[in-house]
């Protein structure tokens, strides 16, 4: 049986930063409140994918992503390679997009930093996944209450179905 883990920022933070790209910056024409963590990762990394729904876009990717998406107080920062995508606000709340039904951003009422925690205890459901094949009800509820202990009620806003 499997236990979702929740990692301390710092030990995500040095996982994410094994995908070393070359230094990039923000163009300083970009106004917007980035977290200081946000925008310290993005510009070391290469676009990293974290788990099957969490792809983390480096600072030049992310530029990309927000030109198509002209959304001046939300900036695109990862995707999950299927067409939906992950947003912060001007006071650095995570937003979930489906691009099924664009009519507006999910909150998901979490900072960048949890949204990292959710992303790798997806990691870790996904490596379940490829081990057993289907998630049993037990692992189902064990995922769901992992979500919950990052932030009360992510499981009900996580917009995914385990």
């Not at 163009?27 to 963590?37: A, L, M, T, V, Y």
Request: aromatic residues 14%; glycine residues 4%.
């Amino acid at each position: 049986m499997i236990s979702f883990k929740i990692l301390p920022i710092e030990e995500i933070q040095v996982e994410v930063l094994k995908e070393k790209g070359n230094i990039q910056n923000f163009p300083k024409n970009i106004d917007f409140p980035f977290p200081e963590r946000y925008k310290k990762l993005v510009t070391l990394i290469k676009t990293t994918e974290i788990s099957s729904e969490a792809i983390l876009y480096n600072a030049v990717e992310a530029e990309n992503e927000n030109k198509e998406f002209i959304l001046p107080d939300y900036w695109c920062f990862a995707g999950n390679g299927q067409g939906d995508r992950w947003f912060l606000d001007r006071n650095g709340d995570a937003f979930f997009y489906d691009h099924d039904y664009d009519e507006k951003l999910e909150p998901m009422n979490i900072s960048f930093e949890q949204w990292l925690q959710m992303a790798f205890i997806v990691q870790q459901l996904d490596l379940y996944l490829d081990e057993h094949n289907e998630v049993s009800e037990p692992v189902r509820q064990k995922f769901y209450k992992a979500l919950n202990a990052i932030h009360p009620g992510l499981s009900k806003v996580y917009p995914f179905t385990v």
